[in-house]
Each structure stands twice: as structure tokens, then as C-alpha cells.
């Protein structure tokens, strides 16, 4: 409970001294390019950024962006951007003290040490200066953070599908995924092993499942890239754009 306050109230504190920034010009125009894609994509135009002229595809794949564009219907604002970040972090450390709690179940204290854990994360200087103040106001690097501590914990419950399910979300978060995802989940198979956990048993059917879905989320990624690249090469959309 203490936790749930401790989150609650930073929470609502930071979600108002960050759209007080935003009210005061605070962040740089990455954070409106951002927005103009996702809007596109809830209007139905793709993932066109207005301000440049291009599909936002043919630099990075974000392809989240279309998860989080039907939040537009409740709050079509660039605030929502700001909110998506905050809770990100904030559901982070939830999963960490629970994560923790698993990991850690033999111990006496093993709620104090997620606590101490869950809150260092909040405080931790990189988190602290890189998603709280910075001057983006959004980075969508920042969703790879609960959905792979959603990816460990499904390992951990021996919960395939939606092991699967969260790979598949975290290559989409962005292109650079496809080599991290790879250390991420030899990572967490060691962390199984050492700490001798329960969870999804590595025999040849799991394995060819997990590898599989990288491959074709991967492939479908960079295939989306290298296409929408070759597309804002051609002239004819800056002319679409004015033309709609």
C-alpha cells in the first residue's frame, strides 16, 4: 500500500509539473512530430508526420504507435504523450517490486527489498533526468521498459502465448529492438536459471515458438522500414499532403 500511494502521488505530480512545461514551451518539436503521427493514424492517413512531409516509418518503426492512437478518442492532446511516458515509468516500478517478490519469495524481507527496489528505480538518476525532464517530452524508447518486465514475468508464469504475444510488442516498439531483444531474453533465462525460478522449460517446442515470432517480427519490421524509406525518397508527398 505504501507503494501504491508513493507511486500515486508522484504520479500526479509529475503528470502536473509536466504539463506545465508543455504549457510553457518547454520541450523541443520532436515531441509535436511524435504526436502528428500518431493523430495521422488515428485519422487514417498512416504514419505521415505533417511537419516534415514523410512517413515516420522510413526513420524508425514505431510501429506502438498504432496501439496507442485509439487513446485519441478519449484525449486527442499532445498531453497524451506526456501521460503514456509517465505511466509507463510509474507501471515499471510496479512490475519490478512484483517481478522482485517472485524472484526473491524465499526471503524473509523480500517485500522490503522489492520496495527498495521498485523505488530505486524511480530515483535512479538515468530514469530520473531521461524520462521525467527531459526536453523530447516523449520518447518512445521508454514503452520497451514494461513491456519487457511484462515479457520476464510471463516467462516466469510459464505463459507462452502471451510470452509471444509481449516479443512480438517489444520489436514494435522500435527497429533498434531486433538486436536488443535477443540479450534481454538470454538474460532472463539466466536470471531463471541461477535463481532456480519456475517458468516456460526451454525444450524444442518453446524455443522454435520464441525464435520464430523474432524472425517474423523482425523481418516485418525492417521490412516496413526499408519500404517506407524508399518512400519518402519520392517527391509526391510533400503534393499529397497539401493536396488532402
Known amino acids: 500500500f505504501i507503494l501504491f500511494f508513493i507511486i500515486l502521488f508522484s504520479f500526479i505530480y ?36 505533417g511537419p516534415k512531409y514523410q512517413y515516420m516509418f522510413g526513420n524508425h518503426t514505431y510501429l506502438f504507435y498504432y496501439l496507442i492512437s485509439p487513446f485519441l478518442y478519449l484525449y486527442n492532446d499532445p498531453k497524451i504523450l506526456l501521460l503514456v511516458n ?17 524472484i526473491l519469495q524465499n526471503l524473509d524481507s523480500n517485500n522490503f527489498i522489492s520496495f527498495l527496489f521498485a523505488i530505486s528505480f524511480l530515483i535512479f538518476p538515468t530514469v530520473f533526468k531521461a524520462y521525467y525532464y527531459q526536453i ?6 521508454t514503452l520497451a521498459t514494461p ?13 507462452i502465448i502471451l510470452t509471444l504475444i509481449f516479443l512480438g510488442l517489444l520489436l514494435c516498439v522500435k527497429e ?20 532456480n525460478l519456475n517458468g516456460i522449460t526451454w525444450n524444442r517446442k518453446n524455443s522454435i515458438l520464441v525464435i520464430t515470432t523474432y524472425i517474423l517480427f523482425s523481418s ?14 519520392y517527391p509526391y508527398l510533400p503534393v499529397f499532403w497539401n493536396s488532402a
Open 176 to 195: 533498434e529492438f531486433i538486436l536488443i531483444v535477443p540479450a534481454l531474453v538470454i538474460f532472463t533465462i539466466i536470471i531463471q536459471k541461477l535463481f
Open 14 to 49: 509529475l503528470v502536473i509539473i509536466s504539463f506545465y512545461s508543455y504549457e510553457n514551451f518547454n520541450f523541443t518539436s520532436d515531441f509535436f512530430h511524435h504526436f502528428s503521427v500518431i493523430r495521422n493514424i488515428h485519422d487514417g492517413l498512416g504514419p505521415f508526420e
Open 136 to 141: 523530447y517530452g516523449h520518447q518512445p524508447d
Open 147 to 159: 513491456l519487457f518486465l511484462c515479457l520476464f514475468l510471463f516467462i516466469l508464469q510459464n505463459r
Open 86 to 102: 509517465i505511466s509507463a515509468i510509474f507501471f515499471s516500478s510496479y512490475l519490478i517490486y512484483y517481478i522482485s517478490k517472485k
Open 220 to 233: 516485418l519490421v525492417l521490412l516496413i522500414l526499408f519500404f517506407s524509406k524508399s518512400l519518402n525518397e
